[in-house]
């Protein structure tokens, strides 16, 4: 007999014996299974080559590092086998050899977003997906996101981890090669660039689509199901702006939209994209201030992280006189945007020299909130370039 057929008889001796000894037991009483049971399943194990080549080693879970020791896999073998619906044993050691002998896999990268609802499925970025929450396939973790969510009090969408209603939108991504079995820390290295990947994404969206804070939470689970024995111990991981938000409402925005401004941002080039980017999650934070001199500050530097590049003058004129020529429009519009933005540097220079008013007057407010119009639509201008723009040039030239 092989090593494989001694796991199945032993499994075949278990079912049984688990069975007989669980029937007058609670759930809780149930587990762990006695001893007796699990003893015969850990000898087989511990002679499986399979085995032997990986023993100690950490396997990647449920977002967490599993140890292989033949005890711990003996417990997920029963529990497997007991989910099949026929050959329970055999299926069983077949799954463990096989899990066992897995170095990499495909997963699955889910990140629910509280703050934006998109009509439809939309690629922003190579396999990368925005779809809507409930396209999200149903499973461990989006049920527990939908039981716990619940309509808030003042009607917000998203207070805090533990306060909010349901997200509306999520982007899902299909990652390849993700380490299955081997250094505990590069699964973890994996999942968690993506996670600052989609930072980014957010910022993308919020900067050019909605105007308002969005939030995410995140999972990993693997494509082949069999290989996340361990996803009931998942949890969520929450991608939060640096100072924490109230999202008020799902901003509405139509796939084609979504797909449109996600084309022209994917031909811009490396170093541009950037720039751009560093200016996005500096509007993102522009917009969770609650004071608006703080809004002020956060706003001109996002400003100026576009703007400010080389050339003659201070940063306030340049993001004054650049804005105004990279949107466009008539004179009299191109005034308009220059006036706010000067006023935009009032503000923020008043505060940054420590004067201001402690209470912001409608003036200010207005001004904030205008300047916050402008720099989305200077997005969608920056957008229509590949490259920075030559500034001089822009400067000058007549724009419409």
């Not at 500050?297 to 400003?303: E, N, P, V």
């Not at 989305?376 to 590949?386: C, F, G, H, K, V």
Request: proline content about 5%; aromatic content about 10%; charged content about 20%.
């Amino acid at each position: 007999m092989t090593a494989r057929d001694d796991l199945v008889a032993s499994l075949d001796t278990a079912l049984p014996a688990w069975k007989a000894w669980s029937e007058d037991k609670t759930l809780l009483g149930r587990w762990p299974p006695a001893e007796a049971i699990l003893a015969p399943i850990e000898t087989a194990i511990d002679a499986l080559p399979a085995y032997q080549a990986v023993a100690g080693r950490s396997l990647f879970s449920g977002y967490s590092g599993v140890v292989i020791f033949s005890n711990t896999m003996a417990l997920h073998t029963l529990y497997f086998a007991l989910e099949q619906a026929a050959d329970h044993a055999s299926r069983a050691a077949d799954w463990l050899i096989r899990i066992l002998g897995t170095q990499h896999g495909r997963g699955l990268y889910y990140a629910p977003i509280w703050g934006l609802a998109v009509d439809a499925e939309t690629e922003i970025a190579p396999g990368i997906r925005l779809l809507p929450f409930d396209a999200v396939p149903d499973g461990i973790m989006r049920h527990r996101i939908d039981d716990h969510a619940e309509q808030q009090w003042n009607n917000t969408v998203w207070q805090s981890q533990s306060y909010y209603d349901r997200p509306a939108s999520a982007i899902v991504r299909s990652l390849g090669a993700v380490s299955y079995i081997g250094n505990p820390e590069t699964p973890f290295r994996q999942v968690d660039r993506v996670h600052f990947e989609t930072r980014d994404h957010l910022a993308f969206l919020q900067a050019s689509l909605t105007g308002k804070p969005l939030v995410a939470c995140s999972w990993f689970e693997w494509e082949d199901p069999t290989l996340d024995f361990n996803l009931h111990e998942n949890w969520l991981v929450w991608n939060l702006p640096e100072v924490v938000p109230k999202v008020d409402a799902h901003v509405a925005v139509a796939a084609a939209d979504v797909a449109g401004i996600a084309q022209k941002f994917g031909a811009v080039q490396q170093a541009w994209r950037r720039v751009l980017v560093r200016s996005m999650n500096r509007f993102t934070l522009s917009q969770t201030r609650y004071n608006i001199a703080d809004k002020a500050l956060d706003l001109a530097l996002a400003f100026e992280g576009i703007l400010s590049g080389s050339g003659e003058g201070p940063a306030g004129w340049k993001v004054a006189v650049r804005s105004a020529q990279m949107i466009g429009g008539e004179l009299g519009a191109r005034l308009e945007i220059r006036e706010t933005l000067k006023n935009l540097y009032a503000l923020r220079n008043s505060t940054a020299h420590g004067g201001g008013n402690e209470v912001a007057t409608p003036d200010e407010i207005a001004t904030v909130d205008q300047s916050v119009a402008i720099y989305r639509n200077l997005i969608s201008a920056a957008l229509e370039y590949p490259n920075p723009p030559d500034w001089k040039a822009l400067e000058l030239q007549a724009r419409v």
